[in-house]
């Protein structure tokens, strides 16, 4: 299958540096063309909240485009990987699966509601094959976090909560991260990853209160309380922190008999009996095992157990619904 990435900045890279990885799980793909409007993209590491980028940049063997429409016109794809900027993913997504292109396009789905309902009436006409980069379902601490929930090892959970704190995003093109018209601002760029977490584990919520804080941007954090019959679920996003610290992803999951924490050092249990240990994860890189699952589901034509793009689209209605319970300071109910 021949493919393209479309969006050569931070994430754009970090796919591209996937590839060979990718390639050997799956097979027989294919890379021949990277597009990205900004000439300087092909030229230039780029950073993200991951850190630096050092793909290697020997772009050679790539048909290298700037324009989106002259890539679609020239090529004949099976798959795109967009890593665009938010504002763009519906009308790129779109653009790619009305021309029958398979679509893996990044976190969060879209901006708005209505424009992920369209991605998906788009995939569904055209029975093409759509997966958004809700990568943290394939990140090996969350995977086995999923399973010690679904396996009632240590019991139900009592109470959980997650954490995403960085830097304001001041990395991205145009610094279109910082206007929350482009990128949802922190609530649906950082935080959807807990949130479709979340739901994932543990179904969606009956409402959402939350607060934010809106000092140095506009919804800069956002902290919000899932409303559960059975169990209390918080989650914190943050991108007001200084520039200086570190980009942190951290959770704890208090169980009937135990409790497990992602730490610094990994996943810590801590039994209600017995001695604190460090839980065995495999290793692994969720954005390389997300494309995994996506290329599958192609070769296959069935669509992932893992990460359904209706799933997608429940992540960005109840990260919309916190900002809407941050801003009236009501509860809204989903
Ligand atoms: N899954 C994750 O962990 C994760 C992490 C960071 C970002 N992301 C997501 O990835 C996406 C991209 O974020 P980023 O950090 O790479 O942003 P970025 O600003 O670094 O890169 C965006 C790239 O898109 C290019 N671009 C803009 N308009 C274009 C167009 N019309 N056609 C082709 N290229 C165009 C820009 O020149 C830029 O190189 C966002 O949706 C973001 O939320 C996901």
Redesign the pocket.
Known sequence: MDFAI?????????HYGNVPRIAERVGDIRLVAL????ES?FHVR?S???GENNAELDLSAYRLY???EELFARERLDFVI?????Y??EK?AVMAMERGIHVF????MALTAAQGEHMLRVARKKHVKLMI????RYFPEYAALKELIDSNKYGKVIQADFQRISPS?T????N??MDEAK?GGATL?LHV?DVDFIHWAFGVPKGVTSVSTNYKSKHESVRTLYHYEDKVVTALGDWGMPGCFPFTQRFTVRFERATVERAEKGLMLYPEEGEASLLEVPAGN??AEELVDFINCIREDRESAVNPPEDSLKSIKIAIAEKVSADTGKTVVL
């Open positions: 479309i969006g050569f900045g931070g994430l754009g890279k970090v597009c990205d409007v900004e993209a780029t993200t909240n991951l700037r324009d989106v967009t890593a665009l900027p938010t763009l993913h790129i396009s990044e976190k969060p980069g809700q990568c943290v995003a990395w991205s093109w145009q279109w991260m990128s760029d990853h969720g954005h």
